[in-house]
């Protein structure tokens, strides 16, 4: 007499598998959105050392 499959265990490695892919991509966007500097404040709003003009 054959197994009856355990369909339980099956549903939850599918789940697993698919929350893992999503945390995976979520990560790789954020490395991406970190690389090209959207998300560092201290870069918006500041000016460069010797932008400044003498008020003489």
Same mark, same amino acid.
């Given at each position: 007499?054959? !197994?009856? =499959?355990?369909?339980?265990?099956?549903?939850?490695?599918?789940? +697993?598998? !698919?929350? @893992?892919? @999503?945390?995976?991509? +979520?990560? @790789?966007?954020? +490395?991406?959105?970190?690389? +090209? %500097?959207?998300?560092?404040? *201290? &870069?918006? %709003? &500041? *000016? =460069? *050392? %010797? &932008? *400044?003009?003498?008020?003489?």
């Amino acid at each position: 007499m054959a !197994r009856k =499959p355990n369909y339980n265990f099956e549903k939850r490695q599918k789940d +697993l598998a !698919r929350v @893992k892919k @999503k945390e995976e991509k +979520l990560q @790789k966007k954020a +490395l991406k959105k970190d690389a +090209l %500097g959207n998300d560092i404040p *201290e &870069s918006e %709003g &500041s *000016e =460069p *050392e %010797g &932008s *400044e003009t003498p008020t003489e």
